[in-house]
Structure formats: structure tokens, C-alpha cells
């Protein structure tokens, strides 16, 4: 048994490493192929420029609404229990699962020019913006709903003792006992928007400095320049791992400040 329990136990670190590198391998191989000097220098290339410049200006308006219209409806899913809200939080979920090229194509039908609403958002900045928050912004209001369910309600029923109306009480109670889970959930989504593809390439089209994102100029540049396409990847897998730095900062502070909390308690 012990011979056995030996066997299986090196065959499972084996499998671990294997896997683990294999997940590691890709993203070191962007920085091994070429020196970092050079994918420094690829990095002042005209085209990856503008696509800094479009992928920061489209991604920055998208967050912000996805933070202006997504905030009050996680705090009202998250709030209210009322008929039919089953079926919206389905439907938040669902640009999680839909296809990005779906999501793409329905875009297109609802604000193209022979679309439902039959607008020329297609193929501009705007197209870009709204292609971004659309497939981003369940990875926000989601998080932010789970944030505001963790509100304690009777803080929320004592500020409400205390004279403060409810808009008083959301921006001076709830969203700064909530503020962890929606920085959380924010980053999620402002790396999802960075990444996306597929639904901005159907909308909005690949024009260089007008749609053409980070992502998309990768796929052009593939073929083209390999090194700068590498540059722009280099420069992207930065951008997530702080991103996911950030989130794990603020998993930690939340663990902390609710063990904090429930020692506290215990003591009190």
C-alpha cells in the first residue's frame, strides 16, 4: 500500500508540473521570444499607438458607464425581491455565455443602420464602447450584487432611523461598505473589456486609430510584424497581471477586514 500510495503520489506532482507549465509556458514565451529591448521598441510602432490610444479612451467610457448604469441595478437586484428578478439576473448573466461573435451580430441587428433602432453607431469609437461595456459589464454588476447583498441591513435601517434619506444613505452607507467588492468587480470587467475581441471586430469593424483596439491589432499585425504583435501581447499580459494583483489585494483586505470584524465580535 505504500508502494502504491508512493506511485500515485509522484504521478500526481508529475501531472501538477505538466500542468503548470503548460499554463506558464505561453505567456513566458511571449517575453522569450524576443528580447525585452526590442519589444520595448516595438512598442513606439505607429500602429501599436494608436491602438493604446483607442483600446485607453474606449476602454476607460465603457467602464464608466458599466459604473453609472450597473451600480444602481446590482443595488436594486441586490435589494429588492421582486417578480421577474430571477429572470434579470439571467439575463445580466447572459453576455457571460453568448458566443462574442454573437454578441457581435446582435449589436449589429439592434443599432446598426438596418438595425431595430437603425443608427450609424456601427463601426465608430461608439461601437467600440458599447461592444466593450456590453460583454464587460456582467463581470461588474454581478460582483457588485453579491457587495451589496453583504451590507449589513440594519446599518443600512439605522441610518435610515437617523433622518438620512435613501440617496443619503447609499452614497454614505452602502457603497463605501460595499466600495471592496465593487473595486473588486470592477477590475474583472476592466480586464475583460481589454481582452475583447470578437463582439468589437463584428461591431465595430478593425480601422486603424479609429476601432482598432489592442486585441484587434494583434490579429492584424500577426501576419505582418510577429515582433510587434508579441510587443502588444507583452504589453497586455502586464496590464492583467497588475490587474489581478490588484484583485487579489482586495480579496485580501475583505478577508481581513471581515476577520477583523468577527474577532471583534467574539471579544465584545
Known amino acids: 500500500m505504500r508502494r502504491r500510495d508512493l506511485v500515485v ?50 476602454s476607460l467610457i465603457a467602464q464608466a458607464l458599466v459604473l453609472l448604469f450597473g451600480t444602481p441595478l446590482a443595488y436594486l437586484l441586490a435589494s429588492r425581491r421582486f417578480r421577474g428578478r430571477a429572470l434579470a439576473i439571467t439575463l445580466v448573466e447572459l453576455p457571460l455565455v453568448l458566443p462574442p461573435a454573437v454578441a457581435g451580430l446582435g449589436l449589429l441587428a439592434a443599432f446598426g443602420r438596418v438595425g431595430l433602432l437603425s443608427t450609424s453607431i456601427a463601426f465608430t469609437q461608439t461601437a467600440v464602447v458599447l461592444a466593450v461595456a456590453f460583454v464587460s459589464s456582467p463581470l461588474y454588476i454581478l460582483p457588485a450584487m ?80 510577429f515582433d510587434t504583435a508579441l510587443a502588444m ?19 485580501s483586505w475583505q478577508f481581513s477586514r471581515r476577520t477583523s470584524g468577527s474577532l471583534f465580535a467574539r471579544s465584545s
Do not use: C, N, W
Request: charged share 10%.
Open 146 to 225: 453579491v457587495a451589496f447583498e453583504a451590507v449589513d441591513p440594519d446599518v443600512v435601517a439605522a441610518s435610515r432611523t437617523l433622518g438620512a434619506g435613501p440617496a443619503k444613505t447609499f452614497f454614505r452607507v452602502v457603497l463605501p461598505l460595499a466600495r471592496d467588492g465593487l473595486a473588486g468587480g470592477e477590475a474583472l470587467a476592466f480586464a475583460r473589456g481589454l481582452g475583447e475581441f470578437g463582439a468589437t471586430i463584428m461591431f465595430a469593424g478593425s480601422l486603424q486609430g479609429v476601432t482598432q483596439t489592442l486585441s484587434l491589432a494583434i490579429y492584424e499585425e500577426f501576419s505582418v510584424d
Open 233 to 251: 501581447g507583452a504589453l497586455l499580459v502586464v496590464v492583467s497581471v497588475v490587474l489581478l494583483v490588484f484583485l487579489k489585494l482586495v480579496l
Open 9 to 58: 503520489g509522484v504521478l500526481a506532482a508529475v501531472a501538477a508540473v505538466v500542468a503548470l507549465a503548460f499554463l506558464v509556458l505561453p505567456v513566458a514565451a511571449i517575453f522569450l521570444r524576443v528580447p525585452p529591448g526590442q519589444l520595448v521598441h516595438q512598442l513606439s510602432s505607429g500602429v501599436v499607438t494608436d491602438a493604446l490610444i483607442v483600446t485607453a479612451k474606449t
